[in-house]
């Protein structure tokens, strides 16, 4: 075929307009003039321990919350948004001078739903320090649970796997599951706030031991349930359990509400919140955390007790409202998870430094799509048969959302309400094991 001018020159134009296209998700963007630019002024306060180090390259991108549009600058000075809310990240290496060579250090920033109004404007990030894990991870949630044939939802098949990531062994012995006490879909001005320092909790259980009672191996995983039985006896829709390492017992003070006490071996109870039993929040709104808490039980019960203050604005009235709940130290936790649902999705429950992000199963509240459903931690590579996850400490780019479970694989148990059964296994949920 032969080309014309006009044929070459659409050609050109449709090529620029490619070009046009990748650089505006990859490159610096700029608003135009026409946007009603607001001037942006930012500090950034270093974490602890590096308040005299020097930065040496940084990145701060703003995502626009109701048009997902990322623009990303080279610098925090000299920057200009429209008003609008916006998620800030940002990233930055950093060079601490010390007695010999100077060494560069990774420190991270994350500040969510930040209004720039229709003035100058100016706000602080507060920076943190990534920091290797060198513990276990949550590997999957399955928070949702399962249905009778009838439809009605079934209850105690809920779990949560965790995993030995590390090229070592790891102990098990004193880790606790925890639950936090607020939920990602209801924002308070909570008063004191200590989330920078420490996660609420109003849940707490931890696998018993000496210390070295309960090695897992290099990428082994242990399976931490609600009822160790086998859940097939009361609901064909629902799998075994009573192979699980552990379960989460409740002694209830409710006679009609009691719990089941599984053939497995049960977690030590340090503190829950419920009078009856616990189960994990089936639509997914709180934020689930792995710690190791250096304290004995009644230590922590006494010293890290928290109340706190909050007002509650209702169509009928305004509430004052002050509660009690426990607080974790940031810096025991090895890992965190937030869950929620998109159309009720409001803020994260922990620091930034746990979790910069989030996972669900559903995306508008009580939707029926999520049972049968978990999420799974992505599968980065396999190497010499054992798989490698992804653990950016941000959930939203390490989680697989709205999986099959992985023991409704391994058991080719019922998938959905139809009553189809798992015929695949996976490493993540989406990669097929060969």
């Not at 940002?90 to 109004?117: C, F, G, M, N, W």
């Not at 991870?137 to 209850?155: D, K, M, V």
């Not at 359990?241 to 071996?265: C, K, Q, R």
């Amino acid at each position: 075929m032969t080309l014309t001018f006009k044929h070459l020159h659409k050609c050109a134009l449709l090529a620029a307009s490619l070009l046009l296209a990748v650089c505006a998700t990859s490159c610096d963007d700029k608003f135009s003039d026409t946007d009603g630019q607001v001037p942006a002024s930012i500090s950034v306060a270093m974490p602890q321990g590096l308040e005299n180090a020097t930065v040496q390259s940084e990145q701060i991108a703003f995502k626009d919350v109701s048009t997902s549009r990322t623009v990303t600058f080279s610098s925090v000075k000299g920057i200009n948004l429209p008003a609008g809310l916006y998620d800030v990240t940002y990233d930055a290496e950093v060079s601490v001078p010390t007695d010999s060579t100077p060494v560069t250090r990774h420190i991270k920033a994350y500040s969510p739903s930040v209004q720039l109004t229709q003035s100058s404007f100016t706000f602080k990030l507060d920076a943190y320090e990534d920091a290797d894990n060198n513990d276990f991870i949550i590997q999957e949630i399955f928070f949702a649970g399962t249905l009778r044939p009838s439809g009605n939802q079934y209850n105690g098949d809920d779990y949560v796997m965790i995993y030995n990531n590390t090229d070592h062994v790891l102990y098990a012995d004193g880790l606790s599951l925890v639950e936090s006490k607020f939920t990602t879909v209801n924002k308070y001005d909570y008063t004191p706030d200590i989330m920078s320092q420490a996660m609420t909790v109003d849940a707490v259980y931890t696998i018993p031991g000496s210390g070295r009672e309960h090695p897992v191996q290099p990428g082994e995983s242990l399976l931490l349930c609600d009822t160790g039985i086998d859940h097939r006896v009361a609901n064909e829709y629902s799998f075994d359990l009573s192979n699980a390492d552990f379960e989460w017992y409740d002694v209830s003070t409710s006679p009609s509400h009691m719990d089941i006490d599984g053939p497995v071996p049960n977690l030590d109870k340090w503190y829950c919140y419920t009078l009856s039993y616990w189960i994990l929040h089936n639509r997914g709104f709180k934020t689930y955390a792995l710690a190791r808490i250096p304290v004995d039980k009644d230590t922590y019960l006494k010293d890290y007790l928290y109340t706190y203050s909050y007002t509650m604005v209702l169509p009928s009235g305004t509430y004052p409202m002050q509660q009690q709940a426990y607080r974790l130290p940031n810096s025991w936790v090895v890992d965190a998870v937030n869950c929620s649902v998109a159309a009720k999705y409001v803020w994260n429950v922990t620091a930034p430094s746990l979790d910069r992000g989030w996972t669900h199963c559903g995306t508008i509240d009580k939707d029926m799509t999520r049972y049968f459903k978990s999420v799974r931690r992505k599968l980065l590579y396999v190497k010499d048969g054992r798989a490698y996850l992804k653990d950016t400490n941000n959930s939203t780019e390490d989680f697989n959302t709205e999986c099959v479970p992985s023991v409704i694989e391994q058991q080719h148990s019922v998938k959905d309400i139809d009553g189809n059964k798992a015929s695949q296994i996976t490493w993540d949920g989406v990669t097929p094991k060969k």
